[in-house]
């Protein structure tokens, strides 16, 4: 019956029996056979008796920097571990259920298309069965662990304990470490659960501090590079917005949530930074500070972790000026960073946000369980229709500690999510074409922009070799080389690139002499990253898109009369990304859930696998304004190292620092800008208006018309 009403709703004053034929035909809505949702069964999983003398450990969750180098032993047993999460496996079944519910979300011919599921919802279907989750809190009572609650989505359990019960119930012994200085705590081995259990748990989600790192780059003074900051009104006409304001549509009705483990400390910045530069006649935008899911308030940051929640909200609304902001913010437990709980209380909520932006990077290797967990909230936000941006990382393809080789951000090598990198444009870096792409003078909002300006893979390290070639260095590597010498008015150790590359450790554990072998696997391919030109590298494939990600204005403790502050990193390039998403879901009165397989859907028609050169960013002759994706094709994101793996030194080898290399025996950078995709820009920047209008037409839209013409409130 409920369908039938919905139909009628549909279609309006029309006879129900011609509003079924006509709309199941014409749009392919659901029809009234199809009203009973598909149901999920829910096999129990723990089906023996929980021994305590058979245990066996979950792989996947001991930090790399947990080594006896950094160790200064084991902590008191009183020490305290708080909201430590248990993250739990569903069933195969189920799990198969999930992808193919997913799969059909995605499908206009399924009667599942954009039915988007909510937290309870979600958690009824694709959750444990409630017999497993109370013998799995039994089993941590018992032990006497507090179970503080069982999340909403029925996929984790967040508990409190000591590093005594830790040891005693899961033989793991939690330890101080110093590294580099910096005190931290962590399991020195994989917790161990009894065998019984195993079936529905995946891991816990950490049991150490190493909490992810903002992916916020600060441009310290030009460093040697002639900065040109690009401003709102520049990134309007450079990407396109405009066309799109013009048209109405900046992103009104669209909540986006920013996370952080801090809060946003001086909410008066997104007032200032919407009055300096234009934005404020933008009607509805709004920010507002939440803690969700009644988390602890965090306070303020310092250093990146002050800027970065700064920042977040204000590149948002640079591309969705009416936007409703969430500056969501939670303070991290003793074991379990904000930036969960914050994800966690997001997505569990009555009235969840249309997109989230997640501006943080940690390395796959050693992190499997504790990503675990972020995996699972993105399947329950996709499967609620929210779309989830986050920054590819500012460490181009190196693991970020110098000594290991290739790494990914782990938060952004999921299949269920957008991957933004960076890019920075002429005129703000050392190509000397500032001239052609840049008015000399400001508009009254501080745009000086003349149209598209042509992009570059960002990359400001030592490592980049045309930035070395400019600064007079012979090679990037060697002991004469740029990433081993410095003075006055160029520091190399100011690293900064577009992180990228394939997914190798997602799962599994490294092992202590190598990253990449013991039992690390990457993401399998998603099928939407096939089509154009990827590598047949069987794994997941970063970046997806790319954006401005050096120079950009912001507003730091006031704005002033002309504009003071600067900022940049894929932390810019996602929420940017983030906002351009909401400009669509206006357009096309629809939630999407995962975009990425419409972008690579939409770059597979614009150039396939070898990239076009109507759309060569870098061409001559310059970027088509019909395309969508402006195709990247100069610059790379290599990376200083220091070790063994992956490390080139020069032949022969000389110097303290070498950069990463695809080839041991010869230089060969990790990675250059190529035609069509690449790790260093995935598909390239986009024109937003252009996107906008090839989007696929929502059914909701079309159900929505129909509404307004009927005029049927029924």
């Not at 997913?102 to 069965?129: C, I, T």
């Not at 793991?172 to 917790?191: F, K, R, T, W, Y």
């Not at 690139?497 to 399998?524: D, E, V």
């Not at 047949?536 to 898109?545: E, K, S």
């Amino acid at each position: 019956m409920e369908s039938a009403k919905r139909i009628k709703r549909s279609c309006g004053t029309l006879s129900l029996f011609l509003a079924i034929t006509f709309c199941s035909a014409t749009y392919g809505l659901m029809n009234p056979a199809v009203a009973a949702e598909s149901q999920v069964t829910h096999p129990r999983l723990i089906t023996q008796p929980i021994d305590e003398t058979k245990k066996i450990a979950i792989v996947g969750s001991v930090p790399t920097q947990a080594n006896a180098k950094n160790d200064r032993g084991r902590v008191n047993d009183d020490f305290p571990l708080a909201h430590m999460l248990l993250v739990l496996k569903r069933s195969q079944e189920q799990e198969v259920a999930l992808k193919q519910f997913m799969d059909e979300q995605k499908d206009v011919s399924s009667p599942n298309y954009h039915h988007w599921l909510n937290a309870q919802e979600f958690g009824e279907r694709y959750g444990l069965a409630e017999n497993d989750v109370e013998a799995i809190t039994k089993w941590l009572t018992t032990g006497g662990f507090t179970v503080n609650k069982v999340l909403t989505n029925g996929v984790a359990i967040d508990f409190s304990g000591t590093a005594g019960l830790v040891r005693k119930h899961m033989g793991v012994e939690i330890h101080a470490l110093n590294v580099d200085g910096v005190d931290h705590i962590a399991n020195m081995s994989d917790p161990q659960i009894p065998a019984a259990l195993a079936p529905a748990i995946t891991g816990i989600a950490s049991m150490h501090d190493f909490f992810p790192k903002p992916a916020y780059s600060f441009p310290p003074g030009s460093n040697g590079y002639p900065l040109h900051i690009a401003t709102p009104a520049d990134l309007a006409t450079i990407y396109n917005l405009t066309s799109l304001f013009q048209a109405g549509y900046s992103g009104q009705g669209q909540t986006i949530a920013t996370i952080n483990d801090f809060n946003m400390p001086i909410s008066t910045d997104w007032t200032a930074f919407r009055s300096t530069y234009g934005l404020s006649g933008f009607t509805a935008g709004s920010m507002t500070v939440v803690h969700p899911g009644g988390c602890a308030d965090p306070g303020n940051g310092t250093g990146p972790s002050y800027l970065e929640p700064l920042m977040d909200p204000q590149m948002v609304t640079v591309s969705a000026p009416s936007a409703t902001i969430l500056a969501a913010s939670c303070q991290n437990g003793t074991t379990t960073s904000g930036l969960l709980l914050a994800m966690q209380g997001l997505i569990n909520q009555a009235s969840p946000p249309d997109i989230i932006s997640v501006s943080y990077q940690i390395v796959e290797q050693g992190y499997a369980s504790y990503l675990a967990a972020f995996v699972s909230a993105y399947q329950q936000a996709v499967a609620e229709g929210i779309s989830i941006f986050v920054s590819s990382g500012d460490l181009g393809g190196s693991s970020g500690d110098w000594v290991y080789g290739f790494s990914v951000n782990g938060f952004a090598s999921t299949p269920y999510n957008v991957a933004v990198g960076g890019t920075q444009f002429y005129g703000t870096w050392v190509d000397g074409t500032a001239g052609t792409s840049w008015s000399s003078t400001n508009s009254a909002t501080y745009g000086s922009a003349l149209s598209y300006v042509p992009e570059l893979a960002w990359n400001t390290s030592c490592a980049n070799s045309q930035s070395a070639s400019f600064r007079g260095f012979p090679a990037t590597y060697g002991s004469a080389g740029a990433c081993n010498s410095y003075d006055s008015s160029y520091d190399p150790r100011q690293n900064f690139a577009g992180g990228g590359g394939p997914s190798i450790c997602a799962t599994g554990q490294p092992s202590s002499s190598s990253p990449y072998i013991g039992t690390c696997a990457g993401w399998p391919k998603p099928a939407w990253q096939t089509a154009v030109g990827n590598p047949n590298d069987g794994v997941r494939d970063l970046p997806d898109v790319s954006l401005a990600a050096w120079s950009i204005a912001m507003c730091n403790n006031g704005c002033g009369s002309t504009p003071n502050g600067i900022g940049g990193g894929t932390s810019a390039s996602a929420p940017l990304m983030a906002g351009i998403q909401a400009l669509i879901n206006q357009k096309t009165a629809s939630r999407w859930g995962n975009p990425a397989p419409i972008y690579y859907q939409l770059a597979a028609s614009q150039y396939n696998t070898s990239g076009s050169a109507t759309c060569d960013s870098n061409s001559s002759s310059g970027v088509s304004a019909s395309c969508i994706f402006n195709d990247i094709t100069k610059g790379n994101t290599d990376y200083p190292c220091r070790g063994s793996f992956d490390c080139y030194y020069g032949t022969p080898a000389s110097g303290n620092y070498g950069v990463l290399s695809l080839s041991a025996t010869s230089y060969q950078p990790v990675y250059p800008a190529t035609a069509g995709w690449d790790f260093a820009t995935g598909l390239g920047s986009v024109n937003a208006y252009n996107l906008a209008n090839a989007w696929p037409k929502s059914k909701k839209k079309i159900v929505s018309i129909l509404s307004i013409i009927f005029n049927n409130d029924d």
